[in-house]
Nanobody
Framework: VQLQAFGGGLVQPGWSLRLSCAASGSIFNIWDMAWYRQAPGKQRELVAA???????RYSDPVKGRFTISRDNAKNTAYLQMNSLKPEDTAVYYCNAVIQGSALRRADDYWGQGTQVTVSS
């Protein structure tokens, strides 16, 4: 199983970006999917998470600006980031709890990270 994150880049404050996280390989079921971020010198922190049924939660700094969604048919999660601020600058990582087959327990998987830089 692999997770690949896409969509990072350099944008100005107030702009938007959309990140994608695609899971591939032997997949029986994907439970929670989430986005984390890690800024230089800081610990990795949860940004947003979504359950298989679509229940969402967000960290306080991004509430009202970011939206997490998923397409279960495509094994893909998205993070729509609006009104970006310089403090959103970080490497963004996707995370998913994936069950590879009906007989296996679910495991935790991480994508490779994508850089988001917000600067004027």
């Amino acid at each position: 199983v692999q997770l690949q994150a896409f969509g990072g880049g350099l944008v100005q404050p107030g702009w938007s970006l959309r990140l994608s996280c695609a899971a591939s390989g032997s997949i029986f079921n994907i439970w929670d999917m989430a986005w984390y971020r890690q800024a230089p010198g800081k610990q990795r922190e949860l940004v947003a998470a979504i359950t298989k049924d679509g229940n969402r939660r967000y960290s306080d700094p991004v509430k009202g600006r970011f939206t997490i969604s998923r397409d279960n048919a495509k094994n893909t999660a998205y993070l729509q980031m609006n009104s970006l601020k310089p403090e959103d600058t970080a490497v963004y990582y996707c995370n998913a709890v994936i069950q590879g087959s009906a007989l296996r327990r679910a495991d935790d998987y991480w994508g490779q990270g994508t850089q988001v830089t917000v600067s004027s």
